[in-house]
């Protein structure tokens, strides 16, 4: 039922691990199975400079999560934020429809862990001015 490119991705996921001193994080759970996933990212000259997840889900949220970091790396934060959910089940060639409810939480994780950025960072700046 999955696509050759989700298969790849599951069983050879790409950023996979934590980034101790990261700039951002963001957690998401998943309302409908309760699986959640983590994304932590590296933030230089605005761009996402690294970029890793934890996830605890199923073969299609690793997928998406792996598929999510190769997305966003590199891109500046302006670029990751517009990265959505169809972008993800896109760049894996398709979800079977019961699945795609495990793909949003990759897009949205991305994008919780660039808002924490932002509020760590506005945070600094106020603290040196
Ligand atoms: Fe939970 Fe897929 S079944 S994320």
Redesign the pocket.
Known sequence: MYTEKVMEHFRNPRNMGEIPDADGIGTVG?P??G?MMTIYIKVKDNRINDIKFKTF??G??IATSSMVTELAKGKTLEEALKITRGDVANALEGLPPI?M??SN?AADALHVAIEDYYKKHKAEKGVKT
């Open positions: 998943n409908v199975c699986d889900g199923c299609a949220a699945k409810h495990c939480l």
